[in-house]
């Protein structure tokens, strides 16, 4: 009996390339099924009912007396050379230095904000350049005072000693914590005053906080020193008064309600 053969011929480059389109085409049709197309999110549930909130401002102010000075003071010398600008600038700054640390100022509490060096020149000839006619140099100090009774005599013993200029004292409080505290409960009693208040007003109540938001205020307000230099001539004592400070906290409260 004669065997039957089937031959079956290689494909050709066409026939290769129509069965990878045939095979790239079943892909993307698999790829376009629900299994592989994108899937839509979660739409918010519509049983869970919408948040209803009041929103309120609440401020508490609490007035302390100071027990920190902050003294600003300092010396400027204008010499020929730098050398004996510095050199007088030096000799003065000294003296103040020793005139505070007599009244039982700290090392610490002694800090110097600013050094500086500028020439001078003269411009009333014309000329230009400007004749150069020496340098000035300025050395101004922050003199912390934790005791305030002794303000006054840092003040004049410091315009003594040879203090040119004087850029003003500024007073605070060393640990303004409690204060802030109180401030903090008296501003949240003030929010939740108007909060509970709004709320009857408009028949609904309330069922909790959504979110709290604080602002403090409380920098030592500057009190500027007037008084010329010539004052530390006279024998009366310079008046420094210290009056009060204000820490204030300001909040926003956002409530729920029902």
Do not use: C
């Not at 006619?133 to 005599?153: H, K, M, Q």
């Not at 009693?189 to 205020?217: D, N, Y």
């Amino acid at each position: 009996m004669p065997a039957n053969t089937i031959a079956i011929p290689l494909p050709g480059s066409r026939v290769a390339w129509l069965a990878a389109g045939l095979a790239a085409g079943l892909l993307v049709a698999g790829l376009s099924t629900p299994a592989f197309a994108p899937q839509a999110s979660l739409a918010a549930d519509p049983t869970t009912p919408p948040e209803h909130t009041l929103s309120v401002n609440g401020t508490g102010k609490v007035v302390i007396s100071p027990d920190i000075a902050d003294l600003r003071l300092g010396v400027s010398a204008t010499k020929p050379t730098v050398k004996d600008a510095r050199a007088a600038a030096a000799t003065s700054m000294t003296a103040i230095i020793n005139s505070l640390k007599k009244l039982g100022i700290a090392d610490a509490d002694l800090k110097t904000t600013q050094l500086s060096l500028q020439p001078v020149y003269d411009f009333s000839a014309n000329r230009n350049p400007p004749r150069l006619t020496g340098y000035t140099l300025s050395n101004v100090i922050v003199v912390t005072i934790r005791d305030l009774d002794l303000a006054s005599a840092a003040i004049d013993g410091a315009m003594a000693a040879g203090a040119t200029t004087m850029h003003g004292i500024s007073f605070r409080v060393a640990d303004p914590a409690r204060a802030e505290q109180q401030a903090r409960q008296a501003a949240m009693t003030q929010a939740k005053a108007k909060a509970e208040t709004l709320a009857a007003a408009a028949g609904v109540s309330i069922s909790g906080v959504k979110s709290i938001a604080e602002t403090t205020s409380g920098n030592p307000y500057p009190v500027p020193y007037l008084e010329s230099a010539g004052a530390a001539a006279r024998d009366v004592a310079t008046p420094v008064e210290a009056g009060t400070n204000e820490v204030t906290v300001m909040v926003s409260v956002v409530y729920l309600i029902r």
